[in-house]
């Protein structure tokens, strides 16, 4: 179908040098973006994490984020800390803490947890390993 839409020549002339960095026919380019947002009504209220940010968010998950659905269950993972069966949500503050306490030792969040853990096992356990 052929449609006709009007736009400022300065958001067109973007699209074309977008389009003619990877080969594309600047109206391809176009209309692969209405694909890609095909879903999204103009009443939703959607979120759009640039490149900086997502490479930001990879590096702090250590893997690539293939979607919304993955970034959500990567977020979940992050904020959650499952020992066997028995799993432990964190609030946003406490993960904040254990972030502002991990950059302080320098050291990593995951290693943070680990040590915060490792420093609760009195609480737990009234025999020394081996003691049995």
């Known amino acids: 179908m052929r449609v006709t839409i ?20 600047p109206t391809s380019y176009i209309a692969e973006f209405f694909h890609t947002f095909q879903d999204v009504d103009m009443a939703d209220r959607i979120l759009i994490i640039h490149k900086t940010q997502r ?5 702090l998950f250590g893997a690539q984020i293939a979607g919304a659905d993955d970034l959500v ?19 946003p503050g406490q993960k904040s803490e254990i972030n502002r306490i991990a950059a302080r030792n320098n050291i990593s969040y995951k290693e943070q947890v680990k040590r915060t853990v490792k420093s609760m096992e009195s609480m737990f356990f009234s025999h020394l390993p081996g003691s049995f």
């Open 6 to 25: 009007q736009m400022p020549d300065e958001l067109y002339e973007l699209y074309v040098a977008r389009a003619e960095k990877v080969g594309a026919r």
């Open 73 to 91: 269950r990567k977020v979940e993972r992050i904020l959650s800390l499952q020992i066997e069966a028995v799993e432990i949500d964190f609030t």
């Open 55 to 59: 490479v930001r968010l990879e590096a």
